[in-house]
């Protein structure tokens, strides 16, 4: 008796495997959700007794590089640094200076190099009392002399501000040089080489001299910083 041959398309096929990096993946999904999960129940059970204090945020605040570190002052009043900000390489960080929620201090050189003079100079350098508000950035370089406030989103790049000077909601101050009791309105953005003179206002994109700093408006900025820090 002859048997007709299978058709190849009906002829029977060992089933598929997925491949070990599928199964991989899924069980890590899986540990991760669990994760996840344990995280939440726990953060419940703490919410009664939870304050900014406590360390939700899992991203490092403090990032070395090299042998350059950054530094918060110890001594009364200490400075206070958000968990979830963050500071790199080599910042300093006067007392009773306040570095709010999602803020960045980039103490690390432009160049792509970690040698000693590169991040000797990409240093950061706050003074007592100052106000790093939220999501702002300063970059390698700057200064911030004390009781400076800069705004929420403002960005700093290799400058210099004066004591008690106001840089404003997201403006932008590129290697320049903001003198004391200055104010740098919202959005305005500071040309490098820009000197901004003491108790002077600028505004504007790019920015430019537009007044100056009315009598008392110095003190209410120092009072500013004081109440967010408190």
Not at 58 to 81: D, G, I, V, Y
Not at 112 to 133: C, E, M, N, P, Y
Not at 180 to 190: D, F, N, Y
Request: aromatic content about 2%.
């Amino acid at each position: 008796r002859t048997v007709a041959p299978l058709c190849p398309s009906t002829s029977p096929r060992p089933p598929l495997r997925p491949p070990m990096s599928h199964i991989f993946y899924h069980i890590g999904q899986m540990l991760r959700e669990t994760g996840s999960g344990l995280d939440r129940v726990g953060m419940r059970l703490q919410s009664a007794h939870a304050s900014l204090l406590t360390p939700f945020a899992r991203h490092r605040q403090l990032l070395p590089l090299a042998t350059h570190a950054p530094s918060l002052a110890a001594a009364p009043p200490p400075a206070f640094l958000h968990p979830t900000a963050t500071l790199t390489g080599a910042v300093s960080v006067g007392s009773s200076s306040t570095i709010l929620a999602h803020a960045v201090l980039r103490g690390d050189p432009a160049p792509a190099s970690l040698s000693h003079d590169a991040l000797a100079k990409a240093a950061i350098s706050l003074g007592k009392s100052v106000t790093i508000a939220e999501h702002a950035t300063i970059t390698a370089g700057s200064t911030i002399a004390a009781h400076a406030i800069i705004s929420p989103h403002a960005v700093v790049i290799a400058s210099h501000i004066g004591a008690g000077s106001l840089i404003g909601h997201a403006a932008t101050v590129n290697s320049a040089t903001v003198g004391a009791g200055a104010v740098v309105e919202p959005g305005a953005v500071v040309q490098p080489g820009a000197i901004v003179g003491e108790n002077e206002r600028w505004g504007g994109v790019p920015a430019t001299k537009v007044g100056f700093v009315e009598a008392g408006e110095v003190e209410a900025i120092v009072r500013a910083g004081d109440k967010a820090r408190e």
